[in-house]
C-alpha cells in the first residue's frame, strides 16, 4: 500500500479498492498518512468522487479506526445530526426533548466548520462545561440525563477526527463523500437504534441546491442503513438563518427560550418535525403525530429544560442554569445595529456569507487551532419576507472590538436584500427522504 498511489489513482478519476480506502484510514489515525496527504486525499474526493461503493467503504473504516460503544440502557440510543447551516441550534433543543420522551441520545457532534456553527462550541459557551468528557463519563450522563453532548473521544473515529480537521482549513468541506464519511462514521462508532438527519440547502447551507442536498440525503440514508442503522431524512430551508441569533452563546440563548417556553417559531417547529419520526423509527411512537405530541409536551411540561439543566451540571456547568441563564452566558462588549438604508421588503439573505460574519468577528474559526471567542455574533435577524422601513434595524452586531463590530455592520447589510415584494414563501420542512 502507498498513499501516492491512492492519491493519484483518485486524481485520475480512478476508484481505491475497499482495503486500499481501509488501509488510508488507519493511516489517517495511525499516523502513517501525512497531513499534506490527507489533504491531496480530501481535495482528489472532492474533485473526483468516491462512488457508492467507495463511500460506504470510507465510512465503515473510519468508524472501524477506533472504538465502537455498545449500550445497555432501559430505552433506544437515538440521535440527529445536521449538515451544517447558520443559527442552527437545534441538537440543544431535540436532545433533552427525545430524553424526555424516553429516548437516550449519545451526541457525539463536532465543532464549528466553515461558515457554520459547531455544536460543541455552543454547548461550550455554558461557563464551566467541557464537551471532553472520559468514555465512562459519557455512558454515565447520558444515562442520567438521559441525553449528552460531547466531542469524539480520541479512540471514537479518529480518522475522521483528523480529516475533520484537515477539511475545514484546506476548502474541502463541501464534499459528498466526505460529509457522508465524516457524519456516519461519528454516529455509528455511537451505536445508535435509530438516526435521523437535518440535511439543509439554500444559501446558509453547504449544499445549496435542492437537488444537491437530495443527492447527500440519499447517500447519507443508503449508506446508514446499509450499516444497520435505521435512518431517515428531512430535506429543510436553510434561505436564511433558522433562529433569529448567529453565535455561540446567542445560540444557546435562542435554544434557552425555546426550552423554557419563551418563544416557539422555526427553531421548535424543525425539532418537532425531526424528532416525530425519530421517535416512531425508536419505537417510543406509533405515529409522526403522536411522536410530536409527545415533544409538545416535553417542552410544554418543563420536562425537555429540566433534562438539558441536568446534562449542563453534569457536564460541569452551573447547577442552576436553566433557572438563571441570562445571567451566565457571555455578553459581548461591543453591540452595534445594522440599519435598513432604505424601506423594502427583505427578499433573500446571503446565509453563507453572515455565517463567515461571524467568523470573523471571533466566533468560528480560520485556522486549526483559532480561539473561539463565545459572545459575539447576530442578534435580532430580521426574516425574509418582512417589511422593514428605512433605519430600522435589520440586525444587531455583537463584538469584541468596535473596530470589528463596524466591520460586521458593512458585511451583515450587504447579505441582506431589499426588495419591493416579498418572494414567495418555502416550507421549513422540503422533503422526508426513508430510503
Known sequence: MDARRIIAALRDGGLPSREEISWFARGLSEGYVSDAQAAAFA????LKGLGEEGRVALTRAMRDSGRVLHWDLPGPAIDKHSTGGVGDCVSLVLAPMLAACGGFVPMISGRGLGH????????EAIPGLSTEVSEAAFRRITAEAGCAIVAASQDIAPADRRLYAIRDVTATVESLDLITASILSKKLAAGLDALVLDVKCGSGAF???VADAQALAQALVSTANAAGCATEALLTDMSQPLAPSLGNALEVAEAMKVLTGQTRGRLAELSIALGAGLLVQAGLAVSTEEGAQKLEEALTSGAAAERFGRMVALM?????FVENWQRFLPE?????????????VVAAMAGEELGLAV?????GRKVEGDRIEPSVGLSDMVRVGQKVE??????????ARVETAEAAVSQVR??????DTAPDPVPLVLERITG
Do not use: C, S, W, Y
Not at 481535495?43 to 472532492?46: C, E, K, P, S, W
Not at 459581548?332 to 423594502?344: P, Q
Not at 467568523?359 to 466566533?363: D, K, Q
Open 332 to 344: 459581548a462588549n461591543v453591540i452595534l445595529e445594522v440599519t435598513a438604508e432604505n424601506a423594502g
Open 359 to 363: 467568523v470573523e468577528l471571533g466566533g
Open 43 to 46: 481535495m482528489a474526493v472532492l
Open 390 to 399: 428605512t433605519g430600522q434595524v435589520l440586525a444587531r452586531v455583537h463584538a
Open 316 to 320: 460541569g456547568g452551573p447547577v442552576q
Open 207 to 209: 449544499m445549496k441546491t
Open 116 to 123: 457554520t456553527g459547531g455544536t460543541l462550541d455552543k454547548m
Open 414 to 419: 450587504a447579505a441582506i436584500t431589499l426588495g
